[in-house]
């Protein structure tokens, strides 16, 4: 049975129901990032050469460092090829990581050209640039565009604005941009609002008895703003089906598909698929985006990173199959891990993942979504450093760091800890690995708070042989579990081992013997309030089926993100 991910261990070789991320102690500066959370602005007066302007304006200053977003604009008549803008900033402020531009440092002097993929510099055309830096925001000097002196007004201080605002990702303010290469200012992006995404497991159909149309009677299809179809494999470096007959030729009779219509033996399609597009009909905003790789499946994404255009072009092929052309509105890419190891270890190196990307966004275009499941271990030198994430990201409509998996009893003898802990906290088994700190690294390394989600678990880990309440407790082994030792659903658990405490912003529970961790639908409320504050894009989960039949874990991520 194909799964999304393992533990936070990542060499046990046993597939795991769930994804799980990985997280660091993140250094000063990554820590933080994380305050892009108020979104508090203050701008620097803007400039130009002519009537070039380069106006620079904090998108989160938090003391120890901040992040900027600056636009630089041709208020010419001509077309000009690129830009060129120079400036010095005070002693104790630095760029660390920055995006869509190229810098250059020489001391405190800091030169930042155009991308190349930018292209030519319309006359009236706006481009932008943002990044994150060391110390107090501050006013940079002697700031020159195209070798002549900044001149020019300022913009108002608002403080709602936020990295989601940035007009690095907003391609009205960036006309000039490629969207093949750089689909931070592709539209299909951050469409009207925080995204709410949630996993379909392929297999659920059969244990599990969870079914396309329980996505509808659960009240859930209204809510989410995308659908994660998981998983297709990818044998031999190539996009490939996971389980044919759920995906497309299981029939269903009226009173299990979504519109209340038998499927018949001749229909060219039916399954999975077919009850999908069913319920993309009745809900026209929802989108359905195939998931490939998972925890085990992933080691077919070394020989994609091998021949990427053939990679991509498999992938192509099988989404726009006849049968079900048009039902898919992106492709995910959950590989665990790049340059790192999972279920099997991968030596392609830092840059394999990004052609691996870039290739399926120079097949696929500008329009259509692709995204990425990515390890959440924030620990220094851990599985976020072994990838250049960062550079991905700039072709990635949005990706989403695996915040779960951390601890469970994958670790038989504990110590006892919650799985998805939100933030650190005394006592924590391993530094780095809660959200924030994974979060705030990802900010750091320059990937836009605006196209990271968070991600939560509709599901809980747990030990047995426990006599300690508090979190940090031993025990002797996996606690029991319908499907898998030591993880069990929300909707078990919530009747079977009610919470009894929160610690790291999420919720465990000491029953008898046994002590567990899940997410309920108050730390959940916690979760997405710090989410908002951060400016994240919105909210994924796994899985869907973990949920109870009126769907209130997906309520309360979907009141949270609004």
Known sequence: MQHHAGHSGDAAGTARTLHRRRRSAVVALAAAAALVATGLVAALPATAAGTFTATFTSAGDWGTGHQASVQVTNGTTSTASSWTLEFDLPAGTAITSAWDADVTRTGNHYKITSKSWAGPFAPGASQSWGYVGSGPFAQPTGCTVNGATCTGGTVPTNPTTNPTTNPTTNPTTNPTTNPTTNP?????????????????????????????????????????????????????????????????????????????????????????????????????????IWSFGGWTWSSGFTAAAANPTAFASSCYSLLNDPRWAGLFDGIDIDWEYPNACGLSCDSSGPQA?????????????????????????????GKIDATDYATAATKLSWIMPMTYDYFGAFNPQGPTAPHSPLTSYPGIPQAGFNSEDAVNKLIAKGIPASKILLGVGFYGRGWTGVTQSAPGGSATGAAPGTYEAGIEDYKVLKNRCPATGTVGGTAYAKCGNEWWSYDTPATIATKTAWAKSKGLGGAFFWELSGDTSNGELISALKSGIS
């Open 184 to 288: 931070t200012t592709n539209p299909t992006a951050n469409p009207g609002g925080r995204k709410l995404v949630g996993y379909f497991a392929e297999w659920g159909v059969y244990g599990r008895n969870y079914h396309v149309n329980n996505i509808k009677t659960s009240g859930s299809a209204s809510k989410l703003t995308h659908i994660l179809y998981a998983f297709g494999n990818t044998t031999g470096g190539q996009c490939s089906i996971g389980d044919s007959y759920a995906a497309y030729d299981k029939a269903y009779t009226a009173d299990q598909s979504v519109d209340g219509v038998a499927d018949t033996w001749d229909q060219p399609l039916r399954g999975n698929f077919n009850q999908l597009r069913k319920l993309k009909a009745a809900n026209p905003n929802l989108k359905v």
């Open 353 to 381: 993942f990004d052609r691996v990307i870039t290739a399926l966004r120079n097949k696929f275009g500008s329009s259509f979504l692709i995204t990425a499941a990515i390890t959440a271990d924030g620990s220094s030198g």
